[in-house]
């Protein structure tokens, strides 16, 4: 592909730079159809990323909807079709301020403040339109050929929310028609299994401005769900040794001064609360406290292994812009654990860790991940706790026995915890980039900063090694991977409502209470739905609004036969007797089975 440099000499792109190049020239051809659509339109930042491309605009107190951005790109198509050629130059800094000053660009005038004195400021233009930036670009609009503008968001100027909220305007491009349309059916099937969605229809979850941004409240359907996941992976650990705690959502600002999180974590945590001359904070995460609970009593190496468990609320101050439904959000809770052990236990109990998570993936059908050793950047002195003998000694710790228990990672620098390395297990989901669900970190740092002591065989105190480790990771965040992955059709143990009987006529209404009866005692969460509506509006909203994994129809005629009709999420409907059905449901509940219908 041919391309424009700032210096005005053309030539050709590398192949892997060439997506680039289209997005940030689409970036540009945006802003001149914004400009034409609204000329007191100021610009700030427009780059391209991995999805495409994005320009920050202050529009004044216009907001934009739908049909706007459809003007929008219409007039970027007639853009294109005038074949404007791209053309760069340079300008000294005192003649770039005049120019973006004679323009009311005004943020691009202090963005060349920002820039050192001997940076060189190029510029693009392509008709009326002038843009300060590096470049490359296309040497044509018409070479422009495939682009959407999808969305409209905000987004503070420079990301300080002290400054002027700005629209942000997002679009996509790709080199090709047929790359466009597979990624916006891509879009298409996100927007569909996106879990804000479905958690809305299924009243799983709400949020609300007035609690505030990224803090969701659970429903009764949705903490039924969250009950579920916490019940399981509870059993699952009860059965190997762990003991469960409980412990405060608060925190003195000098116990996260000791554990190294004030001077590594403070900027994600809540600011500080004064009260009666002590300093508390919203806890962040649970290390700290788990690490008291240790300190609490003297211990010998044959209490070693201790296992620490709880499922524990957390709040972490997450930027506006990165908040997500129950996926990310400023508080959610931790399937969060501490063991306690000594050096030669470690093996044995991060092996027992990776046991435990597989066996958890297997019960829910995950297939799609892979495993990461994730290791500080020794040139990083301030993320990192500065040892470098720790570091040497906890990363060939944790290589050696992922080596040694033969599991298959890739190694990855400057992703582990501030206090030691990790391993990571990152899922792929049904949608979207993949993320860590799972970890498991070895830590020789925090132990020896709350002074943490066992004594030994021979009589000697000795300091401990903590694994720290997340199964489920925070159960929001894997409840929003299970809506996303099923579509809301969650397996049968799951369900928030796993049967709903719908009844056909009052005729049937004293035999649908004694079916409703004898699943209500057999333990199935049932639902009676005896409005008076057409079955078919019943049947569609508890299949494709409320996802019940099973309706039970009752007529007349399964009235006199003593039967019930099931319909399944893939539409299929067998008859059997009340007690047949209940046996069976019950089965699945108690066995966890893990497959549920497609509809």
Same mark, same amino acid.
């Given at each position: 592909?041919?391309?424009?440099?700032?210096?005005?000499?053309?030539?050709?792109?590398?192949?892997?730079?060439?997506?680039?190049?289209?997005?940030?020239?689409?970036?540009?051809?945006?802003?001149?159809?914004?400009?034409?659509?609204?000329?007191?339109?100021?610009?700030?930042?427009?780059?391209?990323?991995?999805?495409?491309?994005?320009?920050?605009?202050?529009?004044?107190? !216009?907001?934009?909807?739908?049909?706007?951005?459809?003007?929008?790109?219409?007039?970027?198509?007639? !853009?294109?079709?005038?074949?404007?050629?791209?053309?760069?130059?340079?300008?000294?800094?005192?003649?770039?301020?005049?120019?973006?000053?004679?323009?009311?660009?005004?943020?691009?005038?202090?963005?060349?403040?920002?820039?050192?004195?001997?940076?060189? *400021?190029?510029?693009?233009? @392509?008709?009326?339109?002038?843009?300060?930036?590096?470049?490359?670009?296309?040497?044509?609009?018409?070479?422009?050929?495939?682009?959407?503008?999808?969305?409209?968001?905000?987004?503070?100027?420079?990301?300080?929310?002290?400054?002027?909220?700005?629209?942000?305007?997002?679009?996509?491009?790709?080199?090709?028609?047929?790359?466009?349309?597979?990624?916006?059916?891509?879009?298409?099937?996100?927007?569909?299994?996106?879990?804000?969605?479905?958690?809305?229809?299924?009243?799983?979850?709400?949020?609300?401005?007035?609690?505030?941004?990224?803090?969701?409240?659970?429903?009764?359907?949705?903490?039924?769900?969250?009950?579920?996941?916490?019940?399981?992976?509870?059993?699952?650990?009860?059965?190997?040794?762990?003991?469960?705690?409980?412990?405060?959502?608060?925190?003195?600002?000098?116990?996260?001064?000791?554990?190294?999180?004030?001077?590594?974590?403070?900027?994600?945590?809540?600011?500080?609360?004064?009260?009666?001359?002590?300093?508390?904070?919203?806890?962040?995460?649970?290390?700290?406290?788990?690490?008291?609970?240790?300190?609490?009593?003297?211990?010998?190496?044959?209490?070693?292994? !201790?296992?620490?468990?709880?499922?524990?609320?957390?709040?972490?101050?997450?930027?506006?812009?990165? *908040?997500?439904?129950?996926?990310?959000?400023?508080?959610?809770?931790?399937?969060?654990?501490?063991?306690?052990?000594?050096?030669?236990?470690?093996?044995?109990?991060?092996?027992?860790?990776?046991?435990?998570?597989?066996?958890?993936?297997?019960?829910?059908?995950?297939?799609?991940?892979?495993?990461?050793?994730?290791?500080?950047?020794?040139?990083?002195?301030?993320?990192?706790?500065?040892?470098?003998?720790?570091?040497?000694?906890?990363?060939?710790?944790?290589?050696?026995?992922?080596? @040694?228990?033969?599991?298959?990672?890739?190694?990855?620098?400057?992703?582990?915890?501030?206090?030691?390395?990790?391993?990571?297990?990152?899922?792929?989901?049904?949608?979207?980039?993949?993320?860590?669900?799972?970890?498991?970190?070895?830590?020789?740092?925090?132990?020896?900063?709350?002074?943490?002591?066992?004594?030994?065989?021979?009589?000697?105190?000795?300091?401990?090694?903590?694994?720290?480790?997340?199964?489920?990771?925070?159960?929001?965040?894997?409840?929003?991977?299970?809506?996303?992955?099923?579509?809301?059709?969650?397996?049968?143990?799951?369900?928030?409502? @796993?049967?709903?009987?719908?009844?056909?006529?009052?005729?049937?209404?004293?035999?649908?209470?004694?079916?409703?009866?004898?699943?209500?005692?057999?333990?199935?969460?049932?639902?009676?739905?005896?409005?008076?509506?057409?079955?078919?509006?019943?049947?569609?909203?508890?299949?494709?609004?409320?996802?019940?994994?099973?309706?039970?129809?009752?007529?007349?005629?399964?009235?006199?036969?003593?039967?019930?009709?099931?319909?399944?999420?893939?539409?299929?409907?067998?008859?059997?007797?009340?007690?047949?059905?209940?046996?069976?449901?019950?089965?699945? !509940?108690?066995?966890?089975?893990?497959?549920?219908?497609?509809?």
């Amino acid at each position: 592909m041919k391309v424009i440099y700032n210096d005005g000499h053309t030539g050709e792109c590398q192949k892997e730079e060439e997506l680039h190049v289209i997005r940030h020239s689409a970036a540009h051809i945006m802003a001149q159809a914004i400009k034409r659509l609204y000329p007191d339109a100021k610009f700030a930042y427009g780059p391209a990323n991995e999805k495409g491309f994005y320009y920050d605009v202050d529009l004044g107190d !216009i907001k934009l909807s739908d049909s706007d951005l459809t003007a929008i790109e219409n007039e970027m198509k007639k !853009i294109v079709k005038e074949n404007l050629p791209f053309k760069s130059f340079v300008l000294p800094r005192d003649e770039a301020i005049k120019l973006m000053e004679e323009r009311g660009e005004i943020y691009k005038v202090e963005h060349i403040g920002d820039l050192a004195e001997d940076v060189p *400021l190029s510029f693009f233009q @392509q008709g009326e339109y002038i843009d300060m930036c590096v470049g490359p670009h296309l040497t044509y609009t018409k070479t422009l050929k495939a682009f959407k503008v999808l969305s409209v968001s905000g987004a503070y100027w420079k990301n300080d929310a002290s400054r002027k909220m700005l629209t942000r305007i997002n679009g996509t491009a790709f080199a090709t028609s047929q790359e466009l349309e597979a990624h916006l059916k891509r879009l298409e099937e996100a927007a569909a299994r996106d879990h804000r969605k479905i958690g809305k229809e299924m009243q799983l979850f709400m949020t609300d401005n007035l609690v505030g941004r990224g803090l969701p409240m659970f429903l009764p359907k949705g903490y039924t769900v969250w009950q579920q996941l916490e019940d399981y992976i509870k059993e699952k650990e009860r059965r190997l040794g762990y003991q469960h705690v409980m412990t405060p959502c608060v925190g003195s600002v000098a116990l996260y001064q000791t554990s190294g999180h004030w001077d590594h974590y403070k900027d994600n945590m809540f600011p500080a609360m004064e009260v009666e001359g002590e300093s508390f904070v919203l806890r962040p995460m649970n290390c700290p406290h788990h690490m008291m609970i240790y300190s609490n009593q003297k211990h010998s190496y044959r209490d070693l292994p !201790i296992r620490i468990g709880e499922i524990a609320h957390d709040f972490r101050f997450e930027a506006s812009g990165t *908040l997500k439904g129950i996926e990310r959000g400023r508080h959610f809770c931790q399937n969060d654990a501490h063991l306690f052990v000594t050096p030669s236990q470690i093996k044995d109990e991060v092996g027992r860790v990776v046991d435990l998570i597989f066996d958890v993936y297997k019960d829910f059908g995950i297939k799609d991940y892979r495993c990461v050793l994730s290791l500080r950047d020794p040139a990083d002195k301030v993320k990192y706790h500065q040892d470098d003998e720790m570091w040497e000694k906890a990363e060939s710790a944790l290589r050696d026995v992922l080596n @040694q228990l033969g599991i298959d990672y890739t190694e990855e620098i400057g992703e582990a915890a501030f206090y030691g390395p990790k391993l990571d297990v990152n899922v792929v989901p049904a949608v979207g980039a993949e993320y860590t669900l799972s970890t498991c970190q070895l830590d020789f740092c925090l132990p020896a900063k709350f002074d943490l002591k066992y004594v030994d065989t021979d009589g000697v105190e000795k300091t401990p090694v903590v694994i720290h480790r997340a199964i489920l990771g925070s159960l929001d965040r894997f409840m929003a991977y299970l809506i996303e992955e099923t579509k809301g059709r969650f397996p049968v143990w799951i369900a928030p409502v @796993q049967a709903k009987i719908l009844l056909v006529s009052e005729k049937s209404a004293e035999y649908a209470d004694k079916v409703y009866d004898m699943l209500d005692e057999a333990g199935v969460r049932v639902q009676l739905d005896d409005r008076n509506e057409k079955i078919g509006y019943m049947i569609r909203q508890a299949q494709y609004t409320e996802r019940v994994p099973y309706m039970v129809i009752i007529g007349e005629k399964e009235t006199q036969e003593g039967t019930v009709s099931i319909r399944t999420q893939d539409s299929k409907t067998v008859t059997m007797t009340a007690e047949e059905f209940t046996k069976k449901i019950s089965d699945e !509940i108690k066995n966890r089975t893990l497959t549920t219908a497609e509809a």
